[in-house]
């Protein structure tokens, strides 16, 4: 498929286009920030920078309301619009895609929902992006796209057909003999407007450094949706390059355009040698990365903690912390030592600057030698059971001994008073 890249201000560069001949225009305009955006790429070889600073709404407004309205122009009948967005001017474009597209052109706000390690000192934690999603008419290129259906989803709603009632209600769908209908091939349920796609971490192979970069798994997404393989894909603020690298790997030819020499350089080297991250969370479901064991979980509840999926060697993060480090906190498994236990604790704890490592253990290794030794540095405290039982034990232990001291004494006296008795009588003949 054929990938063209521009260098310029797409404003000059969209006149050129010939109108009609897009099918999709995806663009991730300057956000009206008000800031300068800088970062450097994996080796810090490359800085890129590109300013979104505006000084008011109004001079924001005319230069997104001029580019759009030159990509309306490029789309084809059957064309869509994606414009990316945040809270910060989302009102100002979506009044702008309003006025050029038509209300009854809307097609939907996709939220990109996504969870980024970071703080929010005052207010909530921004954990989204807006999409909006104009047609230029109403008769738009859509591709369904289905997916599972939920856990609480029941049977009966996935394999009988229903209707609507003469109030609206959904009811169950029954024939002229009362009997349930059942429905046609079930597919799954309809994409939603929420699309959870995982941020790129820091460490994603596919991340260059680029400040705005989106993940390919979110362009790949937009272009399913709209387009068929062989259409035509426009990006007028391309930057990295994500939509022309997501249409190069889905067939589709594509055109992007930005005003940066260096970020054209990099989109066409994506293109060349594309490197797309795989997402466990999208292949596998967010409860893949739930690992805590559940009945390590069980034996620590009541703490103030936080559970640890995905480590071999740690269980819980206490929320309190110990001299400037984390507490950490292992639970032992039925299989291990206690030294077994341990040293895996240990070991990631050292990993973690952590300087209050608990072992919590479970039972008594009684067939090894040297297995209840513990590294020097981790507390071992017993779980409430191990408490209970050896609690009971103890006590159990002391009754008998009291019970066997009390029988072998009476029987001690009774020889002691035979024995007097056979001293005063006079020495035995025997």
């Excluded at 609480?152 to 109030?167: E, F």
């Excluded at 993060?317 to 292992?330: A, H, N």
């Excluded at 040293?343 to 973690?352: C, E, G, I, Q, V």
Aim: glycine residues 6%; aromatic residues 8%.
């Amino acid at each position: 498929m054929a990938i063209k890249l521009q260098v310029g201000d797409c404003s000059d560069i969209l006149k050129s286009v010939e109108p009609g001949s897009v099918d999709m225009v995806y663009l991730d305009p300057p956000f009206f920030t008000e800031k300068r955006h800088r970062l450097r790429n994996r080796d810090r070889s490359q800085e890129f920078v590109f300013d979104d600073l505006w000084g008011c709404h109004k001079k924001y407004a005319e230069f997104m309301a001029l580019r759009l309205k030159l990509c309306r122009d490029c789309l084809s009948e059957e064309g869509s619009i994606f414009v990316h967005c945040d809270p910060t001017a989302n009102h100002i474009i979506r009044t702008i895609l309003d006025e050029l597209f038509g209300r009854e052109n809307f097609r939907s706000e996709i939220i990109w929902s996504y969870k980024r390690w970071s703080n929010s000192k005052s207010g909530l934690l921004p954990s989204h992006q807006n999409i909006y999603w104009y047609s230029k008419t109403s008769s738009f290129k859509f591709n369904r796209i289905f997916n599972g259906y939920s856990e609480s989803t029941n049977i009966d709603q996935i394999l009988q057909r229903r209707s609507r009632d003469a109030h609206g209600k959904s009811i169950y769908q029954r024939d002229e003999n009362g009997e349930v209908v059942l429905d046609d091939d079930k597919v799954g349920v309809p994409l939603s407007d929420v699309w959870e796609i995982p941020y790129l971490n820091p460490k994603a192979k596919e991340r260059v450094g680029y400040p705005t970069q989106k993940p390919i798994l979110l362009l790949e997404r937009i272009i399913e949706i709209s387009t068929d393989p062989g259409d035509f894909v426009l990006d007028p603020f391309c930057g990295s390059g994500t939509t022309l690298v997501a249409a190069h790997l889905m067939k589709r030819d594509g055109l992007g355009i930005d005003v940066s020499q260096e970020a054209i350089e990099l989109a066409q080297s994506r293109i060349e040698s594309p490197i797309r991250s795989k997402s466990n969370l999208l292949e596998k479901g967010r409860d893949s990365y739930r690992t805590a064991d559940k009945n390590a979980m069980v034996l620590l509840e009541g703490l103030d903690l936080n559970p640890v999926h995905r480590n071999k060697g740690i269980d819980a993060i206490l929320k309190q912390t110990f001299d400037g480090g984390p507490v950490l906190i292992r639970v032992q498994r039925s299989h291990e030592s206690l030294s077994e236990a341990a040293n895996s604790l240990l070991k990631a704890a050292r990993k973690k600057s952590c300087k209050l490592p608990i072992l919590v253990k479970t039972h008594s290794d009684h067939d090894a030698l040297f297995s209840e030794d513990t590294p020097e540095g981790v507390y071992v405290v017993g779980s409430a059971a191990m408490e209970i039982s050896g609690l009971v034990e103890k006590l159990t232990a002391k009754v008998q001994n009291k019970q066997h001291f009390a029988v072998h004494g009476n029987t001690a006296a009774e020889l002691i008073i035979q024995r007097a008795v056979q001293l005063k009588k006079g020495p035995s003949l025997l």
